[in-house]
C-alpha cells in the first residue's frame, strides 16, 4: 500500500497563479484532512472531508477551495496564490484509532 | 490563550538521558490525546496514543492528567535517533474539525 501520496513535492508560484495539490490515499479512509504548517507553528486545517462528496472549512480556509468526489482524491486549490501562502501542506487520512496518516507534503513557495 | 501549548525547546540533553515534556490543552471536553513525531523535513507521525492510565512503549511512556489539563512523553535511555519535533495532538472527537495540534517540542541528542 503506498498509503497517502502527494503531488507535487515542491512548488514555486508566482503572485495570482493558481494551481492544484494532489492527495490519493489508498486505505479506504473516509475522514481526509488538509494542513499547513508554517515554521516554528503547528499545524493549521485548511479543509476536512468526512466522505466522498462532503467538504467542510478548517481554522484558516480563506484562498482555497477543496472537492472530493472519490473516497481516494481529496485536491486542494489555491486560486490566486499569495505569498502568505508559502508554507509545506499536508494531506493525511483518519483511520483505525484516529491515528492520522500523513502524506510527505507539498512545500509551496509563492514569490 | 492557545487551546494546545507546548514549550518549543530546544531540549539539548546527552545519549542515554530521560527526558520529559509536558503539553497543556485548554479543553476539557478534549477526549483523545497523542504524541506524534516530526523528523526535520518529514510528516508528522503517530508516536503513541495516550490513555487514562497512562501508557508505555518500550522507553517511551505517556501520562494524561485530567485534572490538571495537561499530557506528557517520557523518553528514557535516549538515543541519537530520538532527535526530532514531538507534537501533541488533542482531539475533542465532536467533530472532525477538532483536532489540535501543538507546535512542537523540538528534542536534541547529543553524543
Known amino acids: 500500500n503506498a498509503g497517502v501520496t502527494q503531488t507535487p513535492k515542491f512548488r514555486i508560484l508566482k503572485i495570482g497563479q493558481s494551481m492544484t495539490l494532489q492527495c490519493t490515499q489508498d486505505?479506504?479512509?473516509?475522514?481526509m484532512y488538509w494542513y499547513r504548517q508554517d515554521p516554528g507553528m503547528g499545524l493549521k486545517l485548511i479543509y476536512y472531508?468526512?466522505?466522498?462528496?462532503?467538504?467542510d472549512k478548517g481554522e484558516v480556509p480563506n484562498g482555497y477551495n477543496v472537492s472530493r468526489s472519490t473516497t481516494e482524491d481529496f485536491p486542494l486549490r489555491l486560486e490566486l496564490a499569495a505569498p502568505s501562502q508559502t508554507s509545506v501542506y499536508f494531506c493525511c487520512t483518519e483511520g483505525e484509532g484516529e491515528t492520522q496518516y500523513f502524506g510527505p507534503g507539498t512545500r509551496l513557495l509563492v514569490l | 490563550r492557545k487551546e494546545v501549548e507546548q514549550d518549543p525547546g530546544p531540549f539539548n540533553v546527552p545519549e542515554g538521558a530521560t527526558v520529559a515534556f509536558n503539553c497543556t490543552y485548554s479543553n476539557s471536553a478534549s477526549q483523545s490525546f497523542f504524541w506524534y513525531r516530526q523528523d526535520c523535513r518529514k510528516e508528522p507521525k503517530l508516536l503513541m496514543s495516550v490513555y487514562s492510565s497512562g501508557n508505555e512503549d518500550g522507553r517511551f511512556t505517556a501520562q494524561l492528567n485530567r485534572a490538571s489539563q495537561y499530557i506528557s512523553l517520557l523518553i528514557r535511555d535516549s538515543k541519537l535517533s530520538d532527535s526530532a519535533t514531538y507534537l501533541c495532538v488533542v482531539n475533542m472527537r465532536s467533530s472532525a474539525s477538532k483536532i489540535i495540534f501543538g507546535s512542537g517540542t523540538r528534542l536534541s541528542i547529543r553524543p
Open positions: 486505505m479506504n479512509h473516509n475522514y
Open positions: 472531508s468526512v466522505g466522498a462528496g462532503i467538504t
